[in-house]
């Protein structure tokens, strides 16, 4: 009897079989690989975006406080005529209310930098109060201001004490005057509500972000009234009613090519169609929804597309089986059952809509705003752009607040995301 190598029968494995073995052990080692591979980049991923959010943290969180001084003011009637409020002398009235603090000081180049250690808005402030309540003419108030924001950034430990004074910002006597202010109990930093509700200022301790929140609201809602009508109506033509031709996979092809096209291409178009023929105001928002619309549209048609193949021909069928006619098909039936799709779809695309930058700037959405639009057709700017000009700022203090409006912009992203897995996940359903 010879030896012959062990075989199994046709048609059956061999697992005893040295090579097949190899063969295993190689599977599972090239498995263990790219499992390790595909782990090591979600980690890579994720330690990215964990210090992307903790530098901006880090460097924004100081922006959400703002220091303040309370001072004692006197509204004196000589300095505040009832009859013309707006043209009282609220300058000297905070002038001599800081000064209080300091007794001694009599040359008037001391007494300016003094002056300086308050906000240039503590006047339109105290103003403002008065306008509010005519009453305080003639009584003495207590007044919360803001500081200056070299002394803003003094208190919060972004200016250095002990660098060289030829170095440093702010010199000795003027570290020393902020000091006598705090020994006086006059220093506090509270939460800062005006980021929120104050509008651009060219001083950081006073800009807001006001009027870029209202102008993003205006520009969005131009965007959905415009973009979510027509877009599941094409993407409801498209895939419900169109014959399937040439022409149809033509239009399907190039819808598909404007969901890749760059964004600044957008506003370009946006500037010579709208701007340069139809003549609409340049900064407006209603100019910026528009565009963000024709960016938006691709998004929502191929969303729309994607929800209604997603539902089964089943229910097609079995409608046009009890004699619904086709309209009746697609509208009471097919379209409720592809909503939630649609709706995360459309929440995506705006979500997208609100992140854009470069079609905005080329409309003229970065000007100088002072004051926050109340129709869509006034100037304003948009939070993504309120961002740019920010961070082109070269006072110091624009950094905590550039930092401060990502996070508020990246709040929204992420709040209108989870919204989308909400309608997702609550109204989906399977087959």
């Known amino acids: 009897m010879s030896d012959t190598p062990h075989t199994a ?4 494995i061999d697992w005893a079989d040295p090579a097949l073995s190899e063969r295993l052990r190689l599977r599972k080692r090239r498995q263990f690989w790219l499992k390790a591979l595909g782990l090591g980049a979600v980690g890579v991923a994720a330690l990215m975006l964990f210090v992307l959010i903790a530098s901006l943290v880090v460097t924004g969180y ?9 001072i004692e003011v006197n509204i004196d009637p000589f300095q505040v005529d009832p009859a013309n409020i707006r043209g009282g002398n609220f300058d000297d009235i905070i002038e001599t209310a800081i000064l209080a603090y300091f ?3 009599e040359a008037p180049g001391e007494q300016r930098e003094i002056v300086r250690i308050l906000s240039d808005g503590a006047e339109f402030q105290l103003r403002d109060r008065v306008l509010d309540n005519p009453e305080l003419i003639g009584e003495r108030v207590s007044i919360t201001v803001p500081l200056s924001d070299p002394y803003d950034l003094l208190n919060k430990g972004l200016i250095d004490r002990t660098t060289p004074e030829e170095n440093r910002r702010l010199k000795d006597d003027q570290i020393a005057r902020f000091d006598t202010l705090a020994e006086a109990g006059i220093i506090s930093q509270p939460l800062n509500t005006a980021l929120i509700t104050n509008a651009d200022s060219r001083f950081p301790e006073l800009a807001g972000l006001k009027g870029a929140l209202v102008g ?3 520009a969005l809602a131009t965007c959905f009234l415009l973009a979510f009508p027509v877009g599941i109506g094409a993407a409801i033509y498209l895939e419900e009613f169109a014959p399937k031709n040439r022409l149809s996979d033509l239009i399907e092809i190039n819808i598909n090519n404007l969901a890749a096209v760059p964004s600044v291409v957008f506003g370009l178009l946006a500037l010579a169609v709208f701007i340069g023929w139809f003549g609409l105001p340049r900064s407006a928002p209603f100019v910026g929804g528009m565009t963000l619309a024709l960016m938006t549209l691709p998004t929502i ?5 994607a929800a209604l193949k997603a539902v089964p ?3 097609r069928e079995a409608a046009l089986g009890v004699g619904a006619s086709r309209q009746q098909v697609v509208f009471q039936h097919v379209l409720p059952l592809a909503m939630p799709g649609i709706l995360t779809g459309t929440i995506i695309g705006l979500a997208q809509a609100l992140g854009e930058t470069a079609p905005l700037l080329l409309i003229g959405m970065n000007a100088f705003i002072t004051s926050a639009p109340e129709t869509p057709f006034d100037s304003a700017t948009a939070l993504p752009t309120q961002i740019f000009i920010w961070a082109d700022s070269p006072e110091r203090g624009f950094v905590s607040r550039t930092s401060a409006a990502i996070l508020v912009l990246l709040t929204f992203l992420v709040t209108m995301n989870a919204l989308a897995i ?3 996940s609550r109204f989906e359903r399977r087959w």
């Open 9 to 12: 029968p046709r048609g059956r």
């Open 62 to 70: 100081q922006a959400f406080r703002q220091t303040h001084a309370t």
């Open 103 to 105: 007794p001694d000081v």
């Open 216 to 218: 993003s609201f205006y």
């Open 301 to 305: 048609i191929i969303a729309t597309r």
């Open 313 to 315: 021909g089943s229910i």
């Open 422 to 424: 909400f309608l997702r």
